[in-house]
């Protein structure tokens, strides 16, 4: 039996929709194991960006370190959306946290022996790339079978407000422990939290889980390149995903460059430490959360929201790039926050309700390649030019080109009359490698 049948009927009328995904056993585990583990997430973010900035002293540094983390997913993003059409998401994703929590412990202890140095960072950053590159679709592409298509607005809100929730509260913690303690706690204890999520996984039921069609293994290169030309292909034909690949694409890799523009921000033009840093972050994670908990309470995700998120973010990093006082900064980083995730919750929503579930993990591979995989060619540059010229340059120039590709987004989408996100096109004929019904997990 699928875990659709087995499922209780749309949330009563009056109750806030943002609540509905909640309903569903297996996606508490999952959420409230995302909940202590992303907290941990954030804290080694914060935490590995103060080490580089403080061996190096040069924020090109944190430019090269996220283009390190980041590469991987460029490359081999699109293959881990076959993984996630192939293998069964739940093992995939026990397998990629376990790994994550190896290379977290793995930090620490360099941190912990004081032999840490900016090769280490680089080599461990790129494995935990690798890792992501088959975790990001997966995990992406697993939320509709926990929660079916009624309930998948909901859940992508919730997902993207657990994780924003933990960036107010992960900075905040990880900047107080870099003064109290040093920085080996913050890796040593976002280690730890990977249990939560293991755990969550581990206790989810088999049975509850929606049975989705799931893409045969490919027998060679030609049946890989094909199933990789099907995902390429639905992105390119259908508009809205189209314009959330594009757009996001294009926004992220100029204005979303935090981990680097972050720790130079604080430290050179604002002059404030780690634990000031950690709540500027902070505040853009409390305007990324306020975001998500709007943005979750909508039954349908309009394109207009995209493009206007992208057209905010531009807008305040501009400003952002005039600012000398600390207060201005931590309510600019609450828009940029507010404006980023709108945008990309908006974006992730639509391309889960308009794609069919045998191109799920393959159309979401090529979103999160564009997205993750923009750090590589983004980070540098914004890192390059925040030393070569200030970090006001590298702020208005990343918030200038934002605002150009969302004015253009805009037009487009007027003259399209794409005003609400289509439902998935039934499932075409599947080429060589095509889908069959999911094995038993």
């Given at each position: ?25 297996n ?5 409230f194991?995302?909940?202590?583990s ?65 290379l ?13 140095q ?9 494995l ?25 607005t ?12 933990a960036?107010?509260?992960?900075p ?5 422990l ?33 049975s ?21 292909r ?5 508009p ?24 130079a ?12 840093l ?32 992208a ?20 309510g600019?980083?609450?828009l ?11 974006a ?7 794609v ?12 999160t ?55 998935a096109?039934?499932p ?12 038993a997990?």
């Amino acid at each position: 039996m699928s875990g659709l049948s087995r499922r209780e009927g749309p949330p009563p009328r009056g109750r806030l929709r943002w609540r509905g995904a909640l309903r569903h056993r297996n996606f508490r585990l999952f959420w409230f194991g995302q909940m202590v583990s992303l907290i941990g997430t954030w804290m080694q973010s914060l935490a590995q960006a103060w080490l580089v900035l403080t061996l190096t002293g040069a924020p090109i540094w944190l430019g090269v370190v996220a283009a390190a983390q980041f590469l991987p997913v460029l490359v081999l993003g699109l293959f881990g959306g076959i993984i996630a059409d192939v293998l069964p998401k739940r093992r995939t994703l026990i397998a990629t946290q376990v790994a994550s929590m190896l290379l977290a412990f793995a930090m620490a202890a360099l941190v912990f022996a004081n032999v840490v140095q900016v090769w280490h960072i680089l080599v461990l950053a790129s494995l935990l790339g690798l890792v992501n590159a088959i975790d990001m679709p997966t995990r992406q592409a697993f939320v509709v079978e926990m929660v079916g298509r009624d309930d998948i607005t909901n859940a992508v809100g919730l997902n993207s407000a657990v994780f924003n929730a933990a960036r107010i509260v992960g900075p905040a913690v990880g900047g107080l422990l870099i003064g109290a303690f040093d920085l080996a706690a913050s890796f040593f204890l976002n280690g730890l939290s990977f249990i939560a999520v293991i755990a969550g996984l581990a206790l989810m039921r088999d049975a509850e889980l929606l049975s989705v069609g799931r893409m045969a293994r490919p027998t060679g290169v030609r049946d890989v390149m094909a199933n990789l030309a099907e995902g390429l292909r639905y992105v390119g034909r259908t508009p809205v995903v189209r314009l959330a690949v594009v757009l996001v694409g294009v926004v992220a890799t100029v204005g979303m460059n935090f981990n680097v523009i972050g720790p130079a921000l604080a430290k050179t033009v604002l002059g404030v430490g780690a634990t000031g840093l950690g709540f500027l972050m902070a505040s853009m994670g409390l305007g990324s959360l306020t975001a998500a908990l709007l943005i979750a309470a909508l039954r349908r995700p309009r394109p207009w929201i995209i493009v206007g998120g992208a057209l905010l973010l531009g807008i305040v990093e501009v400003a952002l790039g005039g600012v000398r006082s600390y207060p201005f900064a931590l309510g600019a980083m609450f828009l940029a926050g507010f404006g980023a995730i709108a945008m990309m919750i908006s974006a992730n929503t639509a391309i889960q309700l308009a794609v069919p579930d045998r191109l799920r993990g393959r159309v979401i591979g090529v979103y999160t390649t564009v997205f993750a995989g923009s750090t590589p060619i983004g980070a540098p540059i914004v890192g390059w030019l925040a030393s070569a010229f200030s970090t006001e340059v590298a702020l208005v120039t990343g918030g200038a080109i934002a605002i150009v590709a969302a004015v253009f987004a805009g037009i487009w989408l007027r003259r399209g009359g794409l005003e609400a996100v289509p439902p998935a096109a039934a499932p075409a004929p599947t080429p060589a490698g095509g889908g069959e019904p999911a094995a038993a997990r």
